[in-house]
């Protein structure tokens, strides 16, 4: 069973060579692209999908979200709006809130975001844990996840649970050991927080060990880094090899040098900066030095709650002066490189069909025409 997806008024590859193609057609075969080029030459298929001049778009690449939680803290968002700083004190309600939810509760809300994310064209996404921060709570949260995408994150390191307030140590050896061991199963990746001037997350010497311990038990590294302030974060991402340093808003000169010698992509979450009323990172100074850059959505209750790629984009181009192509290969291909992953992210013979199609002539749209719904996810007939 094949189809052709014709009637492409622009086609975005991110393909070096294919580049970007007008009045196209790309043919899929058991749920990957089969062939991409102009709608006139394309062979036959079994079906035929035609988007009417429509632009088409790799789906999008989510790599950084929360959506493992319950409860919601628009109220601290209020809050914030009025003055108050954010600095992660508000995940402890949502980490109240999710361990009092059953599984259901937690899969329902799961779905649903996802669900939302797909309606946007998202088509790809990262979950991670972080709001159990028990040895129970956050396998169920990983279980759920997992259930749900492969790219799911041990966050047992997310803040110092309010039950160790002041044994930050000590809960590094729960997280490194029987929480680690029960978690690691489930997950593909590990994560830190590692914010050593807040009062809630890790400094560089925690983050390092909860890194190596994740290693060991097999796990990939990505980190939350360099978020509140310039911290040890994205320096011990390099060193690590970590796949990714997320966040990157507040960088030292030193900083920008390491990832520009290093292989971890620099993971760029504007919808935080948006949602904290706080400065963008400076994606420019990481362009210039030659960095990776993905942009995620971080979707989650308290810092940023969007689950929208287009949104992402738009504040990217609008606030960080990422040109729209820059932006859109992030959320794309700069995604699937921060989850290094080779077969999404782009539109080329071998790699998924995971296609997002625009009511729009051109990608550009997805900034020109910020907040409107004009991005979704292509659903194919099973082939
Ligand atoms: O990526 N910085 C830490 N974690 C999340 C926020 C989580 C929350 O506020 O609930 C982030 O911004
Ligand atoms: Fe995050």
């Given at each position: 069973m094949s189809v052709v997806i014709t009637g492409i008024g622009e086609l975005v590859t991110n393909d070096p060579e294919l580049g970007l193609l007008r009045d196209a057609a790309v043919v899929v075969e058991s749920g990957v692209v089969a062939w991409v080029g102009s709608a006139t030459t394309a062979p036959d298929a079994d079906e035929r999908i035609d988007v009417e001049g429509r632009a088409v778009v790799p789906g999008f690449v989510d790599s950084h979200a929360h959506l493992v939680f319950a409860g919601d803290r628009a109220a601290e968002f209020e809050a914030r709006m009025s003055g108050v700083p954010y600095d992660g004190g508000g995940i402890a309600s949502t980490v109240a809130a999710t361990r009092q939810a059953s599984d259901d509760e937690l899969r329902a809300r799961l779905r649903a975001l996802l669900a939302e994310m797909r309606a946007q064209g998202t088509t790809t996404v990262e979950v991670k844990s972080g709001y159990g921060l028990t040895v129970e709570d956050e396998t169920r949260c990983l279980r759920l996840a997992a259930e749900v995408t492969p790219e799911t994150t041990f966050l047992g390191a997310h803040v110092v649970p309010a039950e160790y307030r002041g044994r930050a140590d000590e809960y590094v050896a729960l997280v490194t050991g029987p929480m680690l061991a029960a978690c690691a199963p489930h997950a593909r990746w590990v994560d830190v927080f590692c914010e050593p001037g807040s009062a809630h997350a890790f400094d560089g010497d925690q983050a390092r060990t909860v890194l190596q311990a994740g290693r060991a038990a097999g796990l990939e590294l990505r980190v939350h880094a360099n978020q509140l302030t310039a911290g040890p974060g994205v320096q011990l991402a390099v060193e690590l090899g970590a796949a990714s340093a997320d966040h990157c808003t507040h960088l030292t000169d030193a900083d920008v040098d390491a990832l520009a010698d290093g292989t971890t992509v620099a993971t760029l979450l504007p919808g935080v900066e948006f949602s904290t009323r706080s400065p963008y990172p400076d994606a420019r100074r990481l362009l210039d030095a030659g960095i990776a850059l993905a942009l995620a959505t971080d979707c989650n209750p308290g810092s940023c709650f969007t689950s929208s790629m287009a949104f992402c984009i738009a504040l990217a181009v609008r606030e960080m002066r990422m040109t729209p192509a820059e932006a859109l290969w992030a959320a794309t291909a700069g995604g699937a490189a921060a989850l290094r992953r080779t077969d999404v992210g782009h539109l080329a013979?071998?790699?998924?069909?995971?296609l997002a199609v625009l009511d729009a002539p051109s990608y550009l749209h997805l900034a020109y025409r910020p907040g409107v719904p004009l991005v979704r996810a292509l659903e194919l007939p099973r082939v």
């Open positions: 013979p071998g790699a998924r069909a995971d």
